[in-house]
Structure formats: structure tokens, C-alpha cells
């Protein structure tokens, strides 16, 4: 690992771990109360105590915004730990059983496949009535297949190495082989492309707020904020972007270190 491709991956880790510990604290770290209905401050611009303004019902935004972390950054966590255990174990499976096994496995990553993602995640919602849980496992049902897949190579490729064959010659097989030797191995890849689909995963569940069809008022998210922000967008702009603002810079910070964590475990992927 090269010293600048190691100070990139330090101080992206720190900006992610500042979001984390922020998301941890949640409404602990707020300013005001950020479910405290005030309609005598409703719409004040940003100032004095209010640096971000306040909605409609006379709610801090900034208060929001930090509460809103809790849930838009550790969703998109267990969205994404979610799709890399259920695509990682079915991957896992395919590729170390083979024959029918991988067939069906991967005939079923395939139907999923052909489904208009977003689309299909918003009917799996819809059927399940809304909220987060219903917006997480439709998430869910649309990325664990190329986390599936990616598995399944790892394995295929890993399984056929002489130290494996070893391994196996000299008894130990089954279970105990595929946990020792090859998930190690195997993992990496999907931790790598996790951590590249933790800014999209949180786009996709703010998107299903704004739809509606994830968080529920009057929980402080960042979609379901931005959401009842539109129609304020000329008499009080603030309560729009300032959510806004906090996806923007989570995609962001996300993204930065998932192309770190890139570089820095999969050198001869990098396009620098």
C-alpha cells in the first residue's frame, strides 16, 4: 500500500467514523428537541438558535438533520450487511456444492435480475405495507444477486487452488475447509464492493422515504424530510437542502472510501 493511497484511506476512515458516532448519538447531540412541535417558530430562516431554520411545524432542522443520521446511515448499514450475508451465503453455496445446486441458485439470482430494480423494490414495498423494515427487505431483494454472484467466482476460483487441494488431501474437509480457507479470501471482494454501495444504498432508502414507502412521519429521516421540504421550496428553501446537503455529503464521504478501501485491498483494480 503506497503512502498516499494509506493517507487516503485514513482520513476518509475518519470522515465515515465522525458520520458513525454521529449516527450512534442520534437526537443525544442535537441542539433542540427534534420532534418538539413549536408552531409560534414555524419557518424561521437559519440563525441565532435555529442555524439551519425551522419547518413548518416550528421543528429545528439542524436537530432533525443530526437525528436523521441514526436512521439513513445505520439503514443503509443493514441494508448492505443484509445483501452481502444473503448474497454471500447463496453464492457461497453455489459455488462450493456446484451441479444442481449452483444451477437453481443462480436461475434464482437471475429472476431477480430481471426485474426493473427500483421498480420491483417499490412493489415489494408496497405489498408489505411501508416503513423501514418493508423498505430494507425490498432493498434487500434486489441487491444480495451480484453479491451472489461475486461469491460464487470467488469460490469457483478459490476451490480449485493447489493449497486447497492440499488442504483437502490432508483431511480436512466440508465446513471446516470453506470457513478456514477460503471465506477469508472470498470476502474480501464483497466487503469491497459493500463499502462502494453504501452511498447508493442510502440514495435508494431516501428515495423510497420521499416515495413514501420507507420511514413514516414524523421519524426525522432524510428522504421523508426532503419530502415534505418540496413544497417549501420557495418560502423556506432551507428545510429542502438542508437534508439534501446531508446526503450529499454521506454519498460522498461513502463513496471516497469504498474507492479507498479499493486501492488499498484490490491494488490491480484501481484506475488511478
Avoid at 480436512?172 to 470476502?187: E, N, Q, S, T, W
Avoid at 454519498?251 to 490491480?268: C, E, H, I, K, M
Wanted: aromatic share 6%; proline share 6%; with cysteine.
Amino acid at each position: 500500500m503506497t503512502r498516499k493511497v494509506k493517507g487516503r484511506l485514513l482520513w476518509t476512515a475518519a470522515a465515515a467514523c465522525l458520520l458513525l458516532l454521529m449516527a450512534a448519538a442520534g437526537a443525544g447531540i442535537a441542539p433542540h428537541d427534534p420532534y418538539q412541535v413549536n408552531l409560534d417558530a414555524a419557518l424561521l430562516p437559519p440563525g441565532g438558535d435555529f442555524p439551519l431554520g425551522t419547518d413548518r411545524y416550528g421543528r429545528c432542522v439542524l436537530s432533525r438533520v443530526i437525528a436523521g443520521a441514526r436512521v439513513s446511515v445505520l439503514a443503509a448499514l443493514a441494508l448492505v450487511g443484509c445483501s452481502v450475508v444473503v448474497g454471500g451465503i447463496v453464492g457461497m453455496v453455489g459455488g462450493w456444492l456446484g451441479g444442481r445446486a449452483d444451477n437453481l441458485l443462480m436461475r434464482l439470482a437471475d429472476i431477480f435480475l430481471s426485474f426493473p430494480g427500483l421498480v420491483f423494490a417499490i412493489a415489494v414495498a408496497s405489498v408489505l405495507g411501508g416503513g423501514l423494515a418493508s423498505a430494507v427487505i425490498a432493498l434487500t431483494c434486489i441487491s444480495w444477486p451480484k453479491y451472489a454472484r461475486l461469491m460464487r467466482s470467488q469460490v469457483l476460483q478459490l476451490k480449485n487452488e493447489p493449497y486447497i487441494r492440499l488442504a483437502h488431501f490432508n483431511g480436512l474437509r466440508g465446513m471446516r475447509l470453506l470457513v478456514k480457507y477460503i471465506l477469508p479470501i472470498a470476502v474480501r471482494p464483497l466487503l469491497i464492493m459493500g463499502s462502494n454501495d453504501l452511498g447508493t444504498m442510502l440514495l435508494e432508502l431516501a428515495g423510497m422515504s420521499f416515495l413514501g414507502l420507507g420511514v413514516q412521519p414524523p421519524e426525522a429521516e432524510w428522504g421523508l424530510m426532503m419530502a415534505g421540504g418540496r413544497s417549501l421550496l420557495q418560502l423556506a428553501p432551507w428545510a429542502l437542502f438542508a437534508p439534501g446537503a446531508a446526503i450529499f455529503i454521506t454519498v460522498s464521504v461513502f463513496n471516497l472510501l469504498g474507492d479507498a478501501l479499493r486501492d488499498a485491498l484490490a491494488p490491480q483494480q484501481s484506475i488511478d
